[in-house]
């Protein structure tokens, strides 16, 4: 039986940066990986990587839109009919997530979480040569509507509190700064300092190449199941057995089977969100920008123009739904008219969904010696290099950078 210090199942964003952080401190570390480390679902991801997105996604504005959103085909939110009996348990805690004190604790949480977010981004990605795909700038949040620029600058008191640089700025400097927008515009917000992935897919890869040229071991296999072997842990896999003293579980929205396997049930769903990639959009935008009806974004890339948003439910193994990626660019187009979609390629994949949009980072309470990092959601990228210091202090049995009560797993 091959053996370890720390094993890491799922070498996803989450699990490559906390195998990194903790081969950075010293441990032998094996991602147990079935498909590429690096590869995971940040790779198709918007690239958003500003520690403002401190919103909850259950909030009573939400629950009261919700019937309009799910009627709407196009709408940021849809639910595949016969997928709903499913979503009863995750549906009933997210309605009791958006009471305003479980709101305001939850802001709390993730204002604290994120406020690390960046600098540790950073810290990881630079030993990896992975900062080359970072970079920093000004991103807006457009609104068509008067309304819905109003509903969005109703946060900026929150967002100043937290002490972000957040302003209003009008149509006429919107369109100069960015002069493919179409005219249909109220105008945007505009948040300082958000940093930007020009390339996910490579900046994963960077990170991955850099854990095993110092030495990591990465295992092409699936994870069945953890148990207990005296003093250590046995994660069976389908080519074999790895004891390991410790054990990380950041298998996105698969953790869910392996949790049941050691007795836990966590409401972990996958909420599928959608890209479309245009090498040749025949627009430009100097930034990342956010589109606030229906929300998407659209980040230029080193590939093209990549709109990406949405969320369904559907279950984790339902084939992707191509129209939910290609309604994509005529949502887009409505903002930028002269948009072209050749060439254009879809991709769909798994945000790992709580229904109080935090994610567990902490111990299993039954299981000294193994951890648990999943249920980023939408901010998991973000979120990876904080989490993986979190994950590595909790091995090394020393305090986190942060209070990870907010983030337990018994919260379920
Ligand atoms: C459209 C879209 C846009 C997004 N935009 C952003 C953004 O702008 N900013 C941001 O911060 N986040 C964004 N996200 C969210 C972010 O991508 C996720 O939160 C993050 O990638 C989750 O990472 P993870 O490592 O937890 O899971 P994953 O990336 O899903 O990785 C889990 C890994 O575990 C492996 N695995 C699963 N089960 C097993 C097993 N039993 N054995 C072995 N391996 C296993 C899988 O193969 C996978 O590689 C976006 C997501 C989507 C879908």
Same mark, same amino acid.
């Given at each position: 039986?091959?053996?370890?210090?720390?094993?890491?199942?799922?070498?996803?964003?989450?699990?490559?940066? &906390?195998?990194?952080?903790?081969?950075?401190?010293?441990?032998?570390?094996?991602?147990?990986?079935?498909?590429?480390?690096?590869?995971?679902?940040?790779?198709?991801?918007?690239?958003?990587?500003?520690?403002?997105?401190?919103?909850?996604?259950?909030?009573?504005?939400?629950? &009261?839109?919700?019937?309009?959103?799910?009627?709407?085909?196009?709408?940021?939110?849809?639910?595949?009919?016969?997928?709903?009996?499913?979503?009863?348990?995750?549906?009933?805690?997210?309605?009791?997530?958006?009471?305003?004190?479980?709101?305001?604790?939850?802001?709390?949480?993730?204002?604290?979480?994120?406020?690390?977010?960046?600098?540790?981004?950073?810290?990881?990605?630079?030993?990896?040569?992975?900062?080359?795909?970072?970079?920093?700038?000004?991103?807006?949040?457009?609104?068509?509507?008067?309304?819905?620029?109003?509903?969005?600058?109703?946060?900026?008191?929150?967002?100043?509190?937290?002490?972000?640089?957040?302003?209003?700025?009008?149509?006429?400097?919107?369109?100069?700064?960015?002069?493919?927008?179409?005219?249909?515009?109220?105008?945007?917000?505009?948040?300082?300092?958000?940093?930007?992935?020009?390339?996910?897919?490579?900046?994963?890869?960077?990170?991955?190449?850099?854990?095993?040229?110092?030495?990591?071991?990465?295992?092409?296999?699936?994870?069945?199941?953890?148990?207990?072997?005296?003093?250590?842990?046995?994660?069976?896999?389908?080519?074999?057995?790895?004891?390991?003293?410790?054990?990380?579980? &950041?298998?996105?929205?698969?953790?869910?089977?392996?949790?049941?396997?050691?007795?836990?049930?966590?409401?972990?769903?996958?909420?599928?969100?959608?890209?479309?990639?245009?090498?040749?959009?025949?627009?430009?935008?100097?930034?990342?920008?956010?589109?606030?009806?229906?929300?998407?974004?659209?980040?230029?890339? $080193?590939?093209?123009?990549?709109?990406?948003?949405?969320?369904?439910?559907?279950?984790?193994?339902?084939?992707?739904?191509?129209?939910?990626?290609?309604?994509?660019?005529?949502?887009?187009?409505?903002?930028?008219?002269?948009?072209?979609?050749?060439?254009?390629?879809?991709?769909?994949?798994?945000?790992?969904?709580?229904?109080?949009?935090?994610?567990?980072?902490?111990?299993?309470?039954?299981?000294?010696?193994?951890?648990?990092?999943?249920?980023?959601?939408?901010?998991?990228?973000?979120?990876?290099?904080?989490?993986?210091?979190?994950?590595?202090?909790?091995? $090394?049995?020393?305090?986190?950078?942060?209070?990870?009560?907010?983030?337990?797993?018994?919260?379920?």
């Amino acid at each position: 039986m091959q053996k370890t210090d720390v094993a890491v199942v799922g070498g996803g964003i989450i699990g490559t940066t &906390a195998a990194l952080e903790l081969q950075h401190r010293g441990h032998a570390v094996t991602i147990i990986e079935r498909d590429e480390p690096g590869a995971g679902t940040a790779a198709g991801s918007a690239g958003y990587l500003a520690w403002d997105d401190i919103f909850p996604i259950p909030n009573p504005h939400v629950i &009261a839109e919700l019937p309009r959103m799910l009627l709407d085909k196009k709408g940021p939110l849809v639910i595949k009919p016969s997928y709903l009996p499913h979503m009863i348990g995750w549906g009933t805690r997210f309605l009791l997530a958006a009471r305003p004190s479980r709101v305001r604790r939850a802001i709390a949480a993730l204002s604290e979480i994120n406020r690390y977010a960046e600098e540790s981004l950073v810290a990881i990605a630079e030993p990896a040569g992975a900062q080359r795909y970072l970079v920093r700038e000004t991103a807006f949040h457009v609104s068509q509507k008067p309304e819905s620029l109003e509903d969005a600058a109703a946060h900026i008191p929150t967002l100043r509190s937290y002490g972000f640089t957040v302003e209003v700025i009008d149509r006429e400097t919107l369109l100069a700064a960015e002069p493919a927008l179409g005219e249909n515009l109220a105008g945007a917000i505009a948040i300082a300092g958000a940093y930007r992935c020009t390339n996910p897919g490579a900046y994963g890869a960077a990170l991955a190449q850099r854990f095993r040229s110092a030495s990591g071991t990465a295992t092409h296999a699936r994870a069945t199941a953890i148990e207990r072997n005296t003093d250590a842990w046995n994660v069976r896999t389908t080519i074999g057995n790895l004891q390991a003293k410790h054990v990380v579980i &950041a298998a996105g929205a698969w953790s869910g089977e392996l949790l049941r396997g050691l007795g836990y049930r966590v409401p972990l769903e996958s909420a599928r969100g959608y890209h479309l990639m245009l090498p040749r959009p025949q627009v430009q935008l100097s930034r990342l920008i956010h589109f606030n009806e229906p929300h998407f974004v659209a980040t230029p890339m $080193e590939q093209g123009l990549r709109l990406a948003g949405t969320v369904e439910f559907a279950g984790i193994d339902a084939p992707p739904n191509d129209y939910r990626a290609d309604m994509l660019f005529d949502i887009a187009r409505a903002y930028l008219p002269a948009l072209e979609r050749d060439g254009a390629v879809r991709w769909m994949g798994h945000r790992p969904s709580l229904p109080d949009s935090l994610p567990v980072i902490g111990p299993l309470p039954r299981h000294p010696g193994i951890v648990g990092a999943f249920g980023h959601e939408r901010r998991g990228f973000l979120e990876s290099g904080i989490t993986a210091r979190c994950i590595a202090d909790l091995v $090394e049995e020393k305090a986190p950078p942060i209070d990870l009560t907010p983030f337990s797993i018994e919260r379920f």
